[in-house]
Each structure stands twice: as C-alpha cells, then as structure tokens.
C-alpha cells in the first residue's frame, strides 16, 4: 500500500518562507515524477510545481522566481521551498507522485494546509 505523507504547512505572514516535504513509502517499484498542487477555497486545485526523476522541473507562472521543488530519491521525498509568500498562496497544498508498483497510477496525500497572513 503506497502512502503520501505531507508535512511543513502553518501559518506565515506576507513574504515569508515556508518548506513542504512529502515522504513517499510503500511497495515502490519506482517513481516517475513527484509534485505539488494546491486548492484555494472556492477554486479548483492547481499544479504548482513538478518534478521528474531526471530533475527536470516545471513550475506555475504565479510562483516562478518564488518557489523551488527538489527531490532526494534515495529517501523518495519531494520538498517544495516557499520564498516570499503571498496571501494568494493560501491553499491546501497536496502532494502527487506519477509511481510504479504493480501497475503505474497517481497517489495523492492527505493535504497540508498554508496560510499566508499578517
């Protein structure tokens, strides 16, 4: 059984920093891609940063510049660094990973809330 598990949210006033990690266990074959997406109230949830297991990186247009993703395959953990945060950053941020066990499928972790607030 493959299981996500987000850590590193809280509350952080405008421009401020925060680190996500993501720890990934279970009966991995291995893992394609890792990244993190996130749901304002309201909206719909939005990729925010993908990365492959060659490190090729992906970013969304509102946190280029802002936030770095990185990945320690050997402990399978994706980090999501958080520079200069925002009000509008304020979102559940979840954990995605593109893995191989017996098949190939998404998973999902539980969320990890953000709130940027002064």
């Known amino acids: 059984q493959v299981q996500l598990v987000e850590s590193g949210g809280g509350l952080v006033q405008p421009g401020g920093s925060l680190r996500l990690s993501c720890v990934v266990s279970?009966?991995?074959?291995?893992?394609?891609?890792m990244g993190w997406y996130r749901q304002a109230p309201g909206k719909q949830r939005e990729l925010v940063a993908t990365?492959?297991?060659?490190?090729?990186?992906t970013y969304a247009d509102s946190v280029k510049g802002r936030f770095a993703i990185s990945s320690d395959n050997a402990k399978n953990t994706v980090y999501l660094q958080m520079n200069s945060l925002k009000t509008e950053d304020t979102a559940v941020y979840y954990c995605n990973a593109d893995l191989v066990t017996f098949i190939r499928r998404n998973y999902w972790g539980q969320g990890t809330q953000v709130t940027v607030s002064s």
């Open positions: 279970g009966n991995i074959l291995s893992i394609r891609a």
């Open positions: 990365i492959t297991s060659g490190g090729t990186t």
